[in-house]
């Protein structure tokens, strides 16, 4: 439900800007650096695959991330509703034995997901370091031949270096977008699939006008007051 109320709509903004800028910044070095625009297909593809293995694993690991975190959190409201009880028979120490326990277990998929996100952002470095590196080559080859000047190669090589960064953050954001939709689609499956905890055995309700007869009784009673 978090995901559904903050994650998504964030997650909507970021990505919109993050296309938006990736596409500025594209447009930048291909109007300054004109032969790069021939390596724009290849360079796409490569992202592509990127985001498509980054994608399959980050959701998996946010997803187990969510399950992971869900018996903390349950221990955690259990142990408040329950202080007075804990403290007065001594459990202090076996709650506190257990809340480390899940507490280190719900950390495993958030490290494995700092660990990919890392991963994400050495390899769109390594993909501008090649990008870089063919802008200077084309810059010497193309020198007096009417090629690019001085100033459009460092306007290229500055939106270049600055490409990545914003490529990583716009396949983050479009992860988090990702698995917010599909927690979407949890809560569709959990409301079709679980099944109502009413009673279906349960008599109806009795009739307005009930009880039609009554009675009171007294028998063998005695009351008295001093």
């Given at each position: 439900?978090?995901?559904?109320?903050?994650?998504?709509?964030?997650?909507?903004?970021?990505?919109?800007?993050?296309?938006a800028i990736v596409l500025?910044?594209?447009?930048?070095?291909?109007?300054?650096?004109?032969?790069?625009?021939?390596?724009?297909?290849?360079?796409?593809?490569?992202?592509?695959?990127?985001?498509?293995?980054?994608?399959?694993t980050s959701r998996q690991?946010?997803?187990?991330?969510?399950?992971?975190?869900?018996?903390?959190?349950?221990?955690?409201?259990?142990?408040?509703?329950?202080?007075?009880?804990?403290?007065?028979?001594?459990?202090?120490?076996?709650?506190?034995?257990?809340?480390?326990?899940?507490?280190?277990?719900?950390?495993?998929?958030?490290?494995?997901?700092?660990?990919?996100?890392?991963?994400?952002?050495?390899?769109?470095?390594?993909?501008?370091?090649?990008?870089?590196?063919?802008?200077?080559?084309?810059?010497?080859?193309?020198?007096?031949?009417?090629?690019?000047?001085?100033?459009?190669?460092?306007?290229?090589?500055?939106?270049?270096?600055?490409?990545?960064?914003?490529?990583?953050?716009?396949?983050?954001?479009?992860?988090?977008?990702?698995?917010?939709?599909?927690?979407?689609?949890?809560?569709?499956?959990?409301?079709?699939?679980?099944?109502?905890?009413?009673?279906?055995?349960?008599?109806?309700?009795?009739?307005?006008?009930?009880?039609?007869?009554?009675?009171?009784?007294?028998?063998?009673?005695?009351?008295?007051?001093?």
């Amino acid at each position: 439900m978090q995901l559904v109320d903050a994650s998504m709509q964030i997650g909507i903004i970021n990505t919109v800007e993050g296309i938006a800028i990736v596409l500025l910044r594209l447009i930048v070095v291909c109007i300054t650096a004109k032969y790069i625009s021939a390596t724009i297909p290849l360079t796409a593809l490569v992202v592509y695959l990127i985001q498509r293995y980054y994608l399959r694993t980050s959701r998996q690991l946010r997803i187990l991330d969510i399950e992971a975190k869900a018996p903390l959190y349950s221990h955690f409201l259990e142990t408040l509703n329950g202080l007075a009880t804990i403290r007065a028979f001594g459990w202090e120490g076996n709650f506190k034995a257990r809340a480390h326990t899940i507490l280190d277990e719900s950390q495993k998929p958030y490290y494995l997901l700092a660990c990919i996100q890392r991963w994400l952002t050495f390899v769109l470095d390594c993909l501008s370091g090649m990008l870089g590196l063919l802008i200077v080559v084309l810059a010497v080859m193309l020198k007096g031949k009417g090629g690019m000047s001085p100033g459009e190669t460092g306007v290229a090589l500055i939106n270049v270096m600055s490409f990545n960064a914003a490529l990583a953050q716009l396949i983050i954001n479009w992860t988090m977008l990702e698995t917010s939709i599909g927690a979407v689609s949890r809560i569709k499956s959990f409301a079709a699939s679980t099944q109502s905890e009413v009673r279906q055995a349960v008599r109806p309700d009795p009739m307005p006008s009930w009880p039609q007869h009554g009675a009171i009784e007294m028998e063998n009673v005695v009351a008295s007051y001093e």
